[in-house]
T-cell receptor, first 110, second 114 residues
Framework: RKEVEQDPGPFNVPEGATVAFNCTYS??????FFWYRQDCRKEPKLLMS???SGNEDGRFTAQLNRASQYISLLIRDSKLSDSATYLC???????????FGKGTTLSVSS | EAGVAQSPRYKIIEKRQSVAFWCNPI?????LYWYQQILGQGPKLLIQ????????DSQLPKDRFSAERLKGVDSTLKIQPAKLEDSAVYLC????????????FGQGTRLTVV
């Protein structure tokens, strides 16, 4: 049973491109959703939370579709420094641990 | 504010040997997690503590893995005996409590079993 599924990529894009990552989750009762970023050989760090109304933080936009059990992350005007693995993360129930997808690898080139 | 501290950063052992990892969470964080991250995969929960009690250890291979958080602060994770497939990064994370679940990760311990 795959709880959180992501396309592993890699996504190879030039600087300035817009790129979108998608993620699906299996538990329809899941409560909280996040995108974490993980640089090579580093620990995961919270990028942004995902709300039902959608949310934006600079060049990053996250959206949630509960009916389709689908989460997305859009990165506009990609920078070299955006190269990393992006982890889709779900919290199924209050008090339980975060469940991570396998991650999507992004490589931005000049 | 100091982050999550883990040691050692790297460890190489032979199969069937034992190994222990240490974690000191962010001060005041009641919830502590140990995750295993195999190369190319996302982190997978091994065990979750709330203070000194276990909340979830359903995915901990209890025949060889053990973990404790006796005083509700530091935690240790032990593997005995290690297998080749235990080669992974062991990440410790902490969150404020069971409601505020944003998890802050330590740098991890990279274990290689040969």
């Amino acid at each position: 049973r795959k709880e959180v599924e992501q396309d592993p990529g890699p996504f190879n894009v030039p600087e300035g491109a817009t790129v979108a990552f998608n993620c699906t989750y299996s538990n329809s009762a899941s409560q909280s959703f996040f995108w974490y970023r993980q640089d090579c050989r580093k620990e995961p760090k919270l990028l942004m939370s995902v709300y039902s109304s959608g949310n934006e933080d600079g060049r990053f936009t996250a959206q949630l579709n509960r009916a389709s059990q689908y989460i997305s992350l859009l990165i506009r005007d990609s920078k070299l420094s955006d190269s990393a693995t992006y982890l889709c993360v779900v919290n199924e129930q209050a008090g339980t641990a975060l469940i991570f997808g396998k991650g999507t690898t992004l490589s931005v080139s000049s | 504010e100091a982050g999550v501290a883990q040691s050692p950063r790297y460890k190489i052992i032979e199969k069937r040997q034992s190994v222990a990892f240490w974690c000191n969470p962010i001060s005041g964080h009641a919830t502590l997690y140990w995750y295993q991250q195999i190369l190319g995969q996302g982190p997978k929960l091994l065990i979750q503590f709330q203070n000194n009690g276990v909340v979830d250890d359903s995915q901990l291979p209890k025949d060889r893995f053990s973990a404790e958080r006796l005083k509700g602060v530091d935690s240790t994770l032990k593997i005995q005996p290690a297998k080749l497939e235990d080669s992974a990064v062991y990440l410790c994370a902490s969150s404020l409590d069971l409601v505020n679940t944003e998890a802050f990760f330590g740098q991890g311990t990279r274990l290689t079993v040969v």
